[in-house]
């Protein structure tokens, strides 16, 4: 297997990025390393929250939500996840698993941000990031949640069944093409090319190709006994627990309900399904997620 490293030069010229790049060495597990890329934007003694993309994006997607975040006064952490954005990419599709995200993502954010943090999450980043809260609760202060979910078995849906196909199998897996199709505004030329700038080649995208199947949606999965024990934790979590979903997502869409109704942190919160809002909430409805975090950790006390 290969740890993958991007070349810079990928990532020329990328609207709404502008941000300095920063660095945390990971070990993958096996005798590998490699290095987590994030964003840290914003004063380091302001109150953190933490932005966990998912799958096929990378930190990019936050380029609109960040500058009403800072301007609030929070400091933005957007990590990259391993496999994507400018992070290294282990190549070899079976390298990933549900334990190993967790592990690196956890440590990630002890060489980072370790005191507790808000929390924004979406897709695969919240999978990763509400089990985290699920296992230690005290090191958040409050969490929004979009078109994510902590699945624990069961019958998957027709249509998260094509895309785990077509993620496996398809011979053409165009990333930027994929969040074009799974948002509701367009997208332009320049924002679609910066989603294909980390996956330049086949071996690149092992990652991507790799997660759909590691969702644990079918009895018998990986990750399912660790998120039935995530599950109790996040249940009890009392701290503000708010969902903001696009309602134009066929495969994540309803998912809200299950976290508004189990989540004690989630009673009397003003939740919403968004209207012309995809998938990939960050692009079509960057303020109003970023007006939901800021109202949410003002709520918690977090921030003034």
């Not at 070990?27 to 302001?46: K, N, Q, S, V």
């Not at 507790?116 to 897709?123: E, G, R, S, T, V």
Request: charged share 25%; proline share 9%; aromatic share 12%.
């Amino acid at each position: 297997m290969r740890i993958l490293v991007s070349d810079p030069a990928n990532f020329s010229d990328l609207p709404d990025y502008g941000f300095d790049d920063h660095w945390a060495q990971i070990d993958l597990g096996d005798g590998f390393t490699g290095r987590m890329h994030y964003i840290d934007e914003g004063p380091r003694d302001a109150p953190p929250v933490l932005l966990f993309h998912g799958e096929p994006s990378w930190s990019f997607l936050y380029r609109k939500m960040i500058p009403v975040l800072l301007n609030a006064g929070f400091r933005c952490l957007a990590p990259d996840l391993i496999g994507f954005g400018k992070s290294d990419k282990p190549d070899d599709i079976g390298f990933y698993t549900y334990d190993r995200h967790i592990s690196w993502l956890k440590q990630w954010r002890e060489a980072t941000v370790p005191e507790p943090a808000a929390l924004f999450c979406q897709d695969w980043g919240g999978l990763l990031g509400l089990r985290m809260v699920g296992e230690e609760p005290e090191r958040f202060a409050c969490v929004v949640a979009s078109n994510t979910f902590l699945p624990t078995g069961g019958t998957p849906s027709p249509a998260f069944l094509a895309w785990r196909e077509f993620a496996k199998s398809s011979p053409e897996f165009k990333i930027g093409d994929l969040l074009q199709r799974a948002t509701a505004t367009e997208r332009t030329a320049e924002e679609i090319a910066a989603y294909d700038a980390p996956f330049p080649d086949e071996p690149s995208k092992a990652g991507a190709r790799a997660f759909p199947a590691l969702v644990p949606v079918e009895d018998g999965m990986d990750g399912i006994a660790q998120n039935i024990a995530a599950w109790r934790g996040l249940a009890e979590f009392d701290r503000p627990f708010l969902t903001l979903f696009g309602e134009d997502d066929p495969v994540t869409g309803g998912l809200a309900k299950p976290l508004i109704e189990r989540v004690k942190g989630a009673k009397d919160m003003p939740h919403a399904m968004l209207s012309n809002c995809g998938h990939f909430c960050q692009e079509d409805r960057p303020v109003e997620l970023a007006q939901g975090v800021i109202d949410t950790a003002k709520k918690a006390g977090f921030l003034a």
